[in-house]
């Protein structure tokens, strides 16, 4: 059993940043790909970021582009998301997620039936 658990969220006013965080125990966390996905109140979830096995390659949605940016840390088992220059439409529930053992190292997942572990969310709120 895998568990994960997000750390980071918390209130912000727009144009400020957030580092938000994904802990994963159980198996090893190499064998994972990772994703992001977040859920406004009255909306669906949605994809935010995506980070391969290996790390070679990053997805993002075009919302965030060039102001979020996804990474991984083997050694500390988590992946954070970076966030900077946050706007109010930001503001949702964040959770993190991860592809087990996914057949090629370089393939980044952005739809939320691939994902077969999922955190508890962080709230994130961005103030105008």
């Known amino acids: 059993q895998v568990l994960l658990v997000e750390s980071g969220g918390g209130l912000v006013q727009a144009g400020g940043s957030l580092r938000l965080s994904c802990a994963a125990s159980g198996r090893t966390f190499s064998s994972y790909a990772m994703g992001w996905f977040r859920q406004a109140p009255g909306k669906e979830r949605e994809f935010v970021a995506a980070i391969s096995r290996n790390a070679g390659n990053t997805r993002y949605a075009d919302s965030v582009k060039g102001r979020f940016t996804i990474s991984r840390d083997n050694a500390k088992n988590t992946w954070p998301l970076q966030m900077n220059s946050l706007k109010p439409e930001d503001t949702a529930v964040y959770y993190c997620?991860?592809?087990?053992?996914?057949?090629?190292?370089?393939?980044?997942?952005?739809?939320?039936?691939?994902?077969?572990?999922w955190g508890q969310g962080t709230q994130v709120t961005v103030s105008s």
């Open positions: 997620a991860a592809v087990s053992e996914p057949l090629s190292t370089s393939l980044v997942f952005t739809q939320p039936s691939f994902y077969d572990y």
